[in-house]
Structure formats: structure tokens, C-alpha cells
């Protein structure tokens, strides 16, 4: 909204509210094949923000597509841009309330000095603003003080794909361990704290994204990116990649986006409601060094008819709980990505953790973990009403239903040995053991699949390489 009021202060209104039909335009096709495309919102909205930082188009071209758009995004821009608000929002104090106190300390002595004509330690403090990660945008009723954009320093993604894919690529660390950010900044570094506390002798990354934070965790996120690398209580360095994204990707987007930069042996998917509280980073490691076992985390959950989940201590289970799931990075392949509808978080682990099952590998708990971690309040979840509770979780579920409402035989409560196949060289695969006469074998770095059975009712792709053979 903020955005789409930004241009429409440089357009012309009379042609904006027209009515004038629009005619054919690139901007307009590209949305539209996205939204009839088994409607891709996430997708939809890569191409919203990527037109609002567009040069291709004047800004009343611009603002004309975006009130198009909202006729089937529904977030009333029309109404909106009518409205008194946008200006309610050039209030001095309004800004000020949302950042640190002390910032608002060093605005509000700016303000001093400048009645005072004053101008030297006034241009000071607005240059120890700006390197803090803040912008002063002088008004006849004050300043505004604004965290930078993000894209006025770094990088900027509008969907997840935008982010450099390092599957294929080697190790560079241990864990990478993923984090998504949307607000609540004491949380996040809370989390961030005792990650590095804990990190011990292990050489670990942090691959952070801001999903469209609103609060001043967008300010802490580009303070750690202009810094780099952090430090442990014992000067061990822990990497850090921070992706910032130009508005809400939603939940699965925000994952897959870190795990396509993850460049560790290991990924773990954490919550930023955990804080760590000692070395978990061995019982993961031991536990994802059987090659049987795909996933692994604290918490597991069961369920015997696909509807009703319950905690079980494991070892096997049906799903990892989200709160910290850890699998290797060269799974991405053969499991693939988190489907992307799911912009809320629920159910979103158990649905990729069936992945992992009709994959042929085992999901399970690890209570050494569990005793190393607190669990804190997850502040999404109960900052939203019992409507908006359930109405998130029923929508989640009709996208979990609708995947693997036929997934009974994965489940534990019905496992058989005799119809389980583990590994990849078993003869009851398709296509047999998959082995290659010399001949037969393509050439060195050229991918291809088989197509692998590890149930009698499922079958997935094995996507590979084959170096050169003398």
C-alpha cells in the first residue's frame, strides 16, 4: 500500500480512478497466466513487486495495473488510496513509535538542533543514522525516520527462485542451519544468540530471511548483513548469508529461498521460537549418518487416519514437528521443494515430511536434541484470533489432504516390512538394480532419473550424475 501511495503522488490521479479500461500489456499477461495457473499467488506477487520497482512504466501506468490486480488480490488499494490515511501516516510521531528507542532519541535531538539552525551536529546525527541502517526524510511537521530499503544496499528477491540454487554445489559448512524472519526481532535474536553461544567446535551458517518484516527486525537483519560473519562466546566464527525479501513470500517460499542458498552438509529448518541450550549439533550429525534416515528432530508426531496428529517420543514417526527438522542437503534432489501454496506454517512439516517417507527413508525423534533446546511461545499463532486459527489451518490441511489423503501405507501405525523396499539397489524397483553396462552410460555430468519403488502404492524420481569411465 505504502508503495502503490509512493507512486500515485507522482501520477496523475484523474487517469488513475478513470475507469478507463486497460489495453494489452506484458505486466498484465504475465499476472494473469500466473493466477490461471492453478492460482500461484506467491508467484502472482513475484510480479506485483517486481512492476513496482519497474522503470519500464510511468507511474500512473503503474498504479492504473496495480488497482487491476487488486480486483482478484483484494487488498483495497482503491479504497485505501482515496482514503485520509496514507497521510495519517506522514505523522513524525507515528514513525518514531516503531523504532528503537534510542534512534528516536537521536531523531528527536536532530530536531532540536535544526530549530536551532544548528546544522553540523544535526548532519552528524543523520550521518550515525544512516550507517545504523536508517533514513531521515525531512517534512514541514518533522522528520520521518525510515529503515532503509533493503534493495538500496543489497540484493532483493520477489520469490524464491530468485535465489542462486546451491544444491549441486560442495560443502562449505557443516549445518546450515534456516531461519525465517517476519517481525519479532527478540526472537529472532534470542535464537540467533544462542545458535552462536552453542555453536562450539562445528562450523556452521546461518542463511536468514527476511519474509517482509514491518517491525524493526528488518533494521537488526541488515545490521548483522553490513557486519558479516558472527562470533561465539569462544571466537569461533559462524557464517551468515541474509536474504531479504521485498514483501511476505509466505511461509514455504521463505523456506525454500534458504535452502537453495544453504551451502552445509547439513540443513536444519529451525524455528525462531527455539533457543538452544547446548550441543545438538552431534545427535543431529549421528543420527543423519545412517543413510536409511531421511529426516530428524526433537518433537514427532503420529497419526493413524491422516486427521488426527499426536506427539510420540519415536524413534520412528510419522512427521517432524517444524520447530527444528534437520535432513542432509543432498536429499534436495530426490525430495524436492515445499509446495508454496502453504503461506501459514501449520501442517507444512508434516507434509514435507511425508516427502522423506515415500522417498523410502525413515522419519525419526531424537531426545537428546529435545533436552537441549527450549521450546518458547510461537508468537504467530497467538497473535492471531481463533477464527483466523482455524480458518489458516483448515486451508493447510485441504493442500495436505489433497497430496497424501492416499498416504496410509507410510504411515507407522501400518508399517509391514515385507512391503517396505529401502535403498536404491533393491529388485523390487522398477527397471531392476539399475545398474549400467559400460555402453549404456551417459555422458560424464549429464543428469538423468529412474524411477525408484519404495512402497507398493508409491514411487518417486532419483535425479543423478555419472562421471567419466575409462
Known amino acids: 500500500r505504502e508503495y502503490a501511495y509512493h507512486l500515485l503522488t507522482r501520477s496523475d490521479r484523474a487517469h488513475v480512478f478513470s475507469g478507463e479500461p486497460i489495453g494489452a500489456n506484458p505486466w498484465r499477461d504475465a499476472f494473469l497466466a500466473e493466477v490461471e495457473d492453478d492460482l500461484k499467488i506467491p508467484r502472482a506477487m513475484a510480479i506485483v513487486w517486481n512492476l513496482l520497482r519497474s522503470r519500464e512504466e510511468d507511474p500512473t501506468t503503474r498504479v492504473r495495473l496495480l488497482l487491476d490486480f487488486d480486483r482478484i488480490l483484494g487488498f483495497d488499494l482503491k479504497n485505501y488510496l482515496q482514503s485520509e490515511q496514507p497521510e495519517r501516516k506522514r505523522d513524525p510521531e507515528v514513525y518514531l513509535a516503531a523504532v528503537p528507542s534510542p534512534v528516536a532519541a537521536q531523531v528527536r535531538e536532530r530536531g532540536v538542533l535544526r530549530h536551532g539552525k544548528n546544522y553540523e551536529p544535526a548532519d552528524q546525527i543523520r550521518r550515525e543514522l544512516k550507517s545504523a541502517g536508517y533514513e531521515l526524510r525531512d517534512t514541514a511537521r518533522g522528520s520521518l525516520v525510515l529503515p532503509r530499503r533493503p534493495e538500496e544496499e543489497f540484493t532483493v528477491i520477489s520469490s524464491s527462485i530468485d535465489v542462486t540454487d546451491n544444491t549441486s554445489s560442495a560443502d562449505l559448512f557443516e549445518f546450515s542451519v534456516n531461519l525465517l524472519a517476519h517481525n519479532s526481532r527478540e526472537d529472532l535474536e534470542r535464537c540467533i544468540q544462542s545458535i552462536c553461544r552453542h555453536s562450539a567446535s562445528h562450523h556452521i551458517e546461518l542463511v536468514i530471511i527476511d519474509n517482509g518484516s514491518t517491525d524493526d527486525t528488518l533494521a537488526y537483519l541488515q545490521q548483522l548483513a553490513r557486519h558479516g560473519d558472527l562470533t561465539g562466546d569462544y571466537g569461533q566464527r559462524t557464517g551468515l548469508q541474509v536474504i531479504f525479501a521485498d514483501h511476505n513470500l509466505g511461509f514455504a517460499a521463505g523456506r525454500n529461498a534458504t535452502m537453495r542458498a544453504s551451502r552445509g552438509h547439513y540443513i536444519i529448518l529451525m524455528d525462531t521460537s527455539i533457543e538452544v541450550k547446548g550441543n545438538i549439533w552431534e545427535p543431529l550429525a549421528q543420527t543423519l549418518a545412517d543413510s536409511n534416515i531421511g529426516v530428524v528432530g526433537p518433537y514427532g508426531l503420529v497419526t493413524d487416519d491422516l486427521r488426527d496428529f499426536r506427539e510420540a517420543a519415536g524413534p520412528d514417526v510419522d512427521a517432524i514437528e517444524g520447530y527444528l527438522m534437520a535432513f542432509r542437503r543432498e536429499l534436495l534432489p530426490e525430495v524436492g521443494w515445499i509446495d508454496e501454496k502453504f503461506r501459514f506454517y501449520r501442517l507444512m512439516d508434516i507434509y514435507y515430511s511425508f516427502f522423506f517417507k515415500t522417498s523410502g527413508y525413515r522419519v525419526v525423534t531424537t531426545p ?103
Do not use: C
Not at 555402453?439 to 514411487?459: C, I, K, V, Y
Open 368 to 470: 537428546l536434541v529435545a533436552e537441549r533446546i527450549e521450546k518458547h511461545p510461537h508468537r504467530e499463532w497467538y497473535s492471531l484470533s481463533e477464527d483466523e486459527q482455524a480458518t489458516r489451518s483448515k486451508k493447510n490441511y485441504d493442500i495436505f489432504r489433497d497430496r497424501w489423503h492416499h498416504g496410509e501405507s507410510l504411515l507407522v501405525a501400518n508399517y509391514n516390512p515385507e512391503d517396505h523396499w529401502p535403498g536404491h539397489d533393491q529388485p523390487h524397483h522398477l527397471e531392476g538394480t539399475h545398474t549400467h553396462p559400460t555402453h549404456e552410460l551417459p555422458p560424464a555430468g549429464t543428469m538423468h532419473s529412474h524411477e525408484h519403488r519404495h512402497w507398493p502404492d508409491h514411487s518417486h524420481a532419483h535425479p543423478h550424475y555419472h562421471e567419466k569411465r575409462n
